[in-house]
């Protein structure tokens, strides 16, 4: 009687099999992996982001200057550099590339508009996040390929005067 009472209770108790905590951790982790690619993409939004505007920020210094003076400056000097950051101190002006993820680089160039020589007439400003993304805005002030034009990739982008024009000119 007492061997068949055990037999009884054995059978009434309630669990999860080990096939059904496996199911569940198996379900756990798919959701988790989901979560950690949803996240990972915010975060490079976000830092493409902040790069963008610091170029945008770059491009007003660039701007400010090319008012008061009638040409770009760019990074290619000490003198550029140290002028650009008593402009806007926030950024760090890098010299001819992008070092850091802080870094932003600006290359201004002449251009040749129907015979006449304008110097410092365009610039390209451009920053790398820390996924290695590169972001640029360029500005060109006169001619017929006068604008802003964005670009966006992995490798360096102000190149030269042929390439920035290639660009979207109203977002990137």
């Known amino acids: 009687m007492e061997a068949k009472a055990r037999t009884a209770h054995l059978g009434d108790e309630h669990g999860f099999t080990l096939l059904e905590l496996g199911v569940s951790l198996l379900v756990i982790a798919v959701l988790v992996t989901m979560s950690l690619g949803a996240f990972r993409g915010a975060a490079r939004a976000g830092e493409l982001s902040s790069i963008r505007l610091r170029v945008t920020t770059a491009l007003k210094a660039e701007m400010a200057m090319h008012v008061s003076s009638g040409v770009f400056l760019g990074t290619a000097t000490e003198v550029r550099r140290a002028t ?59 001619g017929p390929a006068s604008g802003t034009y964005y670009g966006h990739g992995t490798t360096r982008l102000c190149r030269g005067l042929r390439s920035v024009t290639a660009w979207p000119t109203s977002s990137w």
């Open 84 to 142: 650009l950051t008593n402009e806007e101190p926030s950024l760090d002006w890098g010299s001819t590339s992008a070092t850091n993820d802080q870094d932003v680089i600006a290359r201004a160039g002449r251009l040749v508009v129907a015979g006449t020589m304008y110097r410092q007439a365009w610039v390209c400003l451009e920053a790398v996040s820390p996924a290695g993304d590169h972001v640029a805005v360029a500005k060109v002030a006169i």
